[in-house]
């Protein structure tokens, strides 16, 4: 059975909405050609107090889709090459989102490669409805156990670098 996540999903706390992702299934529609993988890690980034946020010190041109309430994309650039894809969780003008850190997908072990593999971009995916027919994430009832740890290359986030809020699928 295939249940696209309707909105009320993304309102949820973004831990929760972090650890409900795991298990789930990225879809992308691009033409003719579907892409789908099983997610299998996620970060959480929630609020002005988390240092490793985008947006924890101000609203800006660039982090300006996080404040928008859960249920898009927030799509942007790292490194001048790779894009970065999140789901961007809880209400309005709360800066929160989940990264899609990887996928059950040759290649996808990495937020850049699974959009380089996804073909997601930034210009094209940026802000973009979750609940719509082009980007969007299934549940397909699976049910993995997920164990948790600190997010990666946030060292710069003083305590923050430290929250247990990365999630994977716990290794058998």
């Not at 164990?147 to 305590?159: F, H, L, N, T």
Request: charged share 25%; proline share 3%; glycine share 6%.
């Amino acid at each position: 059975m295939k249940i696209k996540l309707k909105r009320d999903f993304y309102l949820n706390p973004t831990l929760q909405v972090a650890k409900d992702l795991i298990g789930k299934f990225l879809i992308h529609k691009k033409g003719n050609k579907i892409y789908q993988a099983q997610i299998i890690e996620t970060e959480a980034y929630s609020g002005f107090n988390d240092m490793a946020s985008h947006a924890a010190k101000k609203k800006t041109k660039r982090n300006e889709i996080m404040f928008k309430q859960g249920g898009c994309a927030y799509v942007y650039l790292i490194y001048g090459m790779y894009h970065c894809l999140n789901v961007v969780t809880e209400k309005n003008d709360y800066p929160s989102a989940v990264l899609i850190r990887a996928l059950d997908y040759p290649n996808s072990d990495g937020p850049g490669k699974l959009c380089r593999e996804f073909e997601i971009t930034k210009q094209i995916h940026n802000g973009i409805d979750l609940t719509g027919n082009v980007l969007w994430i299934e549940d397909r009832g699976i049910k993995p156990n997920i164990v948790s740890d600190k997010r990666i290359c946030v060292d710069y986030a003083g305590e923050s670098a430290n929250w247990p809020w990365r999630f994977v699928i716990k290794e058998k």
